[in-house]
């Protein structure tokens, strides 16, 4: 039977988070014996576990038919291949970033400056588009030391936290460009892989979906629930059942997780009672 080929980071940020994100879709597999190639139990699929920077290639040239990487990777391969999905986790972003005690004004504080980073072509192309010149040194990583040792004025790394960067003696002066982890695709998957790839996205967007909502159950008086109603849109609509107590209801509803605080805060205003608010696994539409 044929399988769909997906690549994940073999060891580091993304790996545990890529091997987590299979598993809530069901795809059981096992990498205890810590193999470069293992099959899914479950699920047609077969897992290669790479380097991060040979994903874009393997999966332009066919070899895995998906795979899951930074988008900052994507973008400096400059492969061709599809951004399927964004998923939601190995949130960062690109950053300009010079010695802490160096006064900053604006983006021309850069001109004839050399500026170590990974992602020299991400950083060639910002710097084209904006007329500045600058001399790029290459680095494959530990980029952060490289100020400190001489060999660069400022550097172009991933910034999450910005401790790294402190740690080193280092400010952020400009946060270039936000990435995330991806779902990438081989461009001509036949048709089996293609279906295959269905399947699996469905699983995954039902479990983004769960991720980013709450269910909220919460107890209120009938006179309240045509204002409840307004404030919480739910899937539909709430769902409404009666209390045993007279004159009461039981409101359920599902709220997005970046509205849900406002949400909480309105329903206080009508006279809601009792909120309980449970994580969703799942949410198919
Ligand atoms: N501090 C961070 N917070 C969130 N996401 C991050 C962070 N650092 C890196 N990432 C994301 O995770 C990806 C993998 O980071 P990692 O540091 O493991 O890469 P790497 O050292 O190049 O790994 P590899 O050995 O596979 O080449 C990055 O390309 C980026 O998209
Ligand atoms: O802003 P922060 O939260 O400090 O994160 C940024 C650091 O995280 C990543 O490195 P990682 O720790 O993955 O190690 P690596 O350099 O070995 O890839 C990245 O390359 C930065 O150095
Ligand atoms: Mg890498």
Request: hydrophobic share 40%.
């Amino acid at each position: 039977m044929e399988k769909l080929k997906i690549a994940i980071q073999k060891s580091g940020r993304l790996s545990e988070k890529s091997l987590q994100l299979l598993n809530e879709c069901g795809i059981k597999v096992s990498n205890g014996d810590r193999k470069l190639r293992t099959e899914a139990r479950n699920f047609p699929m077969e897992i290669l576990f790479l380097r991060d920077d040979d994903i874009p290639q393997y999966v332009e040239n066919g070899v895995a038919d998906i795979g899951i990487l930074g988008e900052n990777e994507v973008w400096e391969k400059e492969k061709d291949v599809d951004e399927i999905e964004k998923l939601g986790f190995g949130n960062c972003r690109l950053s300009l970033a010079i010695p802490k005690d160096e006064v900053y004004t604006n983006l021309d504080y850069f001109h004839g400056k050399r500026i170590a980073t990974s992602y020299p072509k991400i950083l060639k192309k910002y710097f084209g588009v904006k007329g500045i010149d600058v001399k790029i040194e290459e680095l494959g990583g530990s980029v952060e030391i490289a100020t400190g040792i001489g060999l660069a004025d400022g550097i172009f790394d991933i910034v999450s936290t910005g401790s790294t960067l402190i740690m080193n003696g280092l400010k952020e002066v400009e946060a270039i460009i936000k990435s995330e982890a991806v779902l990438i695709a081989n461009k001509s998957l036949n048709e089996v892989k293609q279906e295959l790839l269905e399947r699996f996205l469905f699983r995954i967007r039902a479990y983004k979906r769960g991720m980013g909502s709450k269910y909220i159950v919460m107890n209120a008086p009938n006179s309240s629930i045509p204002r409840i109603c307004s404030i919480l849109p739910g899937m539909k609509s709430p769902s409404i059942l009666p209390l045993a107590e007279e004159g009461w209801s039981s409101v359920h509803s599902v709220v997005q997780e970046d509205q849900f605080w406002d949400v909480i805060d309105a329903l206080k205003d009508v006279n809601a009672q009792g909120i309980l608010v449970m994580n969703i696994e799942k949410m198919i539409l």
